[in-house]
């Protein structure tokens, strides 16, 4: 340590050692804030926090904290994980809500054009879908024996 006080005080004959040590113990402070900076933030983002941790030290803080920040995940883990659940929840919604056409729009069995679920007859082909309960109104699938509604017993017609 004293040769390179000796050889600093020959560079800059101005410095008195106790400059040069309080010099020095600021760099040595610098690069340590520097290395646990580099280390909690590659523990947020899911790198090797102990590896850059070292790098930082062994390296002299600055060159290795400006090649970190270059390289680091932009994201923490917990942005990553909030971003999944959302990704998750409209993929959710986009199937609730395909389903929900599913149920609105169906396929004519005659003729294969989309018909709405409520309709009694297809539009294009007249085939009939549906019935109505002559009782109470209520709209059932044509081979109903009985409505599911009011218990009205349909009497088959013979063709």
Same mark, same amino acid.
């Given at each position: 340590m004293?040769?390179?006080? &000796?050889f600093?005080k020959?560079?800059? %004959?101005?410095?008195?050692?106790? &400059?040069i !040590?309080?010099?020095? *113990?600021s760099?040595? *402070?610098l690069?340590?804030i520097? *290395?646990?900076?580099?280390?909690n &933030?590659s523990k947020?983002r899911?790198? =090797?926090a102990?590896?850059?941790?070292?790098?930082t030290?062994v @390296?002299?803080? +600055?060159?290795?904290f400006?090649?970190?920040?270059? +390289?680091r995940? %932009?994201y923490? !883990?917990?942005?990553?994980?909030?971003?999944?659940?959302r990704?998750?929840v409209?993929?959710?919604? /986009? /199937?609730?809500?395909e389903?929900q056409?599913?149920?609105?729009?169906?396929q004519c069995?005659?003729?294969?054009?989309?018909?709405? =679920?409520?309709y009694? @007859?297809? %539009?294009?082909? @007249?085939?009939q879908?549906?019935?109505k309960c %002559?009782n109470c109104?209520?709209?059932i699938?044509? &081979? *109903?024996?009985?409505?599911p509604y009011?218990?009205?017993? @349909?009497?088959? /017609?013979?063709?």
């Amino acid at each position: 340590m004293g040769k390179i006080i &000796d050889f600093i005080k020959t560079i800059l %004959p101005s410095l008195s050692t106790t &400059d040069i !040590l309080v010099i020095f *113990a600021s760099l040595v *402070a610098l690069i340590l804030i520097i *290395a646990i900076y580099v280390y909690n &933030d590659s523990k947020l983002r899911g790198g =090797n926090a102990l590896g850059w941790l070292i790098a930082t030290i062994v @390296f002299g803080g +600055i060159l290795p904290f400006v090649f970190y920040l270059m +390289i680091r995940s %932009p994201y923490t !883990l917990e942005e990553i994980k909030e971003e999944k659940e959302r990704k998750e929840v409209l993929e959710l919604q /986009r /199937r609730y809500y395909e389903l929900q056409i599913k149920k609105e729009i169906h396929q004519c069995p005659v003729c294969g054009e989309e018909v709405k =679920n409520e309709y009694l @007859f297809c %539009p294009h082909c @007249f085939t009939q879908l549906k019935k109505k309960c %002559p009782n109470c109104g209520s709209v059932i699938e044509k &081979d *109903a024996k009985i409505c599911p509604y009011c218990g009205f017993i @349909f009497e088959e /017609r013979k063709e």
